[in-house]
């Protein structure tokens, strides 16, 4: 636990989880019938509703993101600290606020640059305090003004990833031959080639979660599957210190652990919904394979389609009796609850949680998250939808506010209980106090995907990203097609596109 009381590092609550997931299909009709990269006829309420929800998360991230270095906070109203996940979420919003007009290109070039500035500038040492990272990694957590180490917090290879996705995406998005513009790019270049991918391997096969110059590396790597898929395409990518090409195929074998093969439609479980979200919103792996996918007959977007059916039939029959759940009531993932307590409620022994790593028959406390269902909505549009119209509808503004949907919700507790954190709306639910950075980023980004595929069609461009993906063996679709190839920007930026 680091910094904030109620913000638990999501990793120490997964480990061991992924596997949790098995027989959760059955019910409703299955994602089979639909195939990638197909999408439902959308009404003009439903843009609407859509464009609501988006606009609001992105002003989310306009109104609360530092602009003399470009830190995003990890939760807002409640602000202790900055999040460098979030900050790689904030550095892509700001690319779809100029797609969509809601902020200058001007502005977001300024904000892109000062937090490029920071990143590439900060200092970086063995050292316990005063520092930003080692090794070209950085803090899970640093000091909103200082940009320096919070606490004890560790040295983190997933953070890094994620903040990496929103340096890459800048790199890409802004592509005009302008002094600033170019300076972006050669930045966000620097800041990825600096990263040493080699260093976080004590175990040698994978890559470590983190480091503390207190005592060294965590006990746990990035060994199962979750929401490392970017953090490998990276490694890999790196024209500097990229892992063996060999790694990607190890650890897909140990997908074989998390194989839910009773459900109708099989796939990777994987309990939390945000596994499924964080790297698949910058890469786009429809109709693209590897090795693992092959042998699957499946892709990494189909996969999640089936994840995300799997988890509202799981409301649909709802096992543990939470009032509320349904076919358009659901989503379940890493989010903030409503305290550690129990009580009991019709006579049945109910057991809460404060932030935790919640998915179907794991850490299930009736409380939902309307990232986990809006982050999905690339994946599964037809279920997603009318989901979060019911949302809206059923809970209003008790849930959802000036941006957007507050970061989670329980309709079990809305008759006088007492919860540790958020409120209880008499008669509706209990509801939480704050938005969430990293909960935030997959509502706006993947609505921008499912919308104009913006995200994915910019980062199809980055070379970085598709070296890491052909190492990792991958091919087909746009990647066979994809220009520049990797080894070509430098001459595609000559022309000043």
């Not at 480990?15 to 949790?20: D, N, Q, R, T």
């Not at 979030?86 to 290109?105: K, Y």
């Not at 260093?199 to 929401?227: K, V, Y």
């Not at 269902?373 to 019911?390: H, K, M, R, Y």
């Amino acid at each position: 636990m680091t910094g904030s009381c109620k913000r638990f590092d999501r990793r120490t609550v997964l480990l061991g989880s992924a596997a949790l997931l098995a027989g959760c299909g059955g019910g409703l009709p299955g994602p089979k019938s639909i195939g990638s990269g197909r999408q439902p006829a959308l009404s003009k309420a439903d843009g609407a509703m859509l464009l609501d929800i988006a606009r609001r998360t992105f002003d989310y991230f306009r109104d609360t993101t530092q602009t003399d270095n470009g830190l995003a906070p990890d939760r807002w109203p409640t602000v202790a600290f900055a999040s460098i996940a979030a900050t790689g979420f904030a550095l892509t919003a700001w690319g779809i606020g100029v797609s969509r007009g809601w902020m200058p290109r001007e502005e977001a070039r300024k904000r892109t640059l000062a937090c490029l500035r920071f990143f590439a500038n900060g200092k970086q040492g063995p050292d316990k305090a005063g520092v930003i990272g080692y090794k070209g990694f950085y803090y899970h957590f640093l000091g909103l003004k200082t940009g320096t180490r919070l606490g004890q917090t560790e040295l983190s290879t997933i953070d890094t990833a994620l903040l990496l996705g929103g340096v890459l995406f800048a790199q890409s998005f802004f592509e005009h031959g302008n002094d600033e513009e170019r300076e972006i790019r050669e930045l966000a270049q620097s800041i990825y080639d600096r990263v040493e991918w080699t260093w976080p391997r004590p175990r040698q096969h994978f890559l470590a979660m983190g480091w503390h110059p207190e005592n060294g590396f965590i006990s746990a790597d990035w060994d199962s599957f979750n929401e490392s898929l970017l953090l490998y395409v990276l490694a890999l990518g790196s024209t500097t210190h990229p892992i063996e090409p060999e790694t990607w195929n190890r650890w897909t074998t140990t997908f074989d652990r998390a194989w839910n093969a009773q459900d109708k439609d099989p796939f990777i479980a994987f309990p939390p919904l945000f596994g499924f979200q964080y790297s698949q919103m910058w890469v786009d792996f429809r109709g693209i394979r590897d090795d693992y996918n092959r042998e699957r007959d499946l892709d990494y977007f189909e996969n999640s389609r089936r994840a995300t059916y799997a988890q509202r039939d799981y409301a649909v029959r709802n096992p543990g009796g939470w009032e509320g759940y349904g076919p358009n009531v659901w989503g379940l993932t890493a989010c903030d609850g409503p305290g550690d307590f129990t009580i009991i409620q019709d006579g049945v022994r109910r057991e809460f949680y404060a932030y935790s790593a919640r998915g179907p028959n794991d850490r299930d406390d009736g409380t939902l998250a309307p990232t986990a269902c809006a982050g999905s909505i690339a994946f599964a549009p037809e279920i997603v939808i009318p989901a979060l119209n019911e949302m809206r509808s059923r809970y209003g503004r008790a849930i959802y506010s000036e941006y957007g949907f507050w970061d989670s919700f329980n309709p079990s507790l809305n008759d006088g209980q007492r919860a540790q954190y958020g409120r209880v709306v008499e008669g509706v639910c209990w509801v939480d106090g704050d938005y969430i950075g990293i909960d935030q980023g997959p509502i706006l980004g993947m609505i921008e995907n499912h919308l104009t595929g913006l995200v994915w069609n910019v980062m199809r461009r980055n070379p970085n990203i598709m070296r890491g993906l052909q190492r990792a063996g991958f091919t087909g679709g746009w990647l066979d097609k994809a220009e520049p190839k990797p080894g070509r920007r430098e001459e595609s930026e000559k022309t000043g596109a």
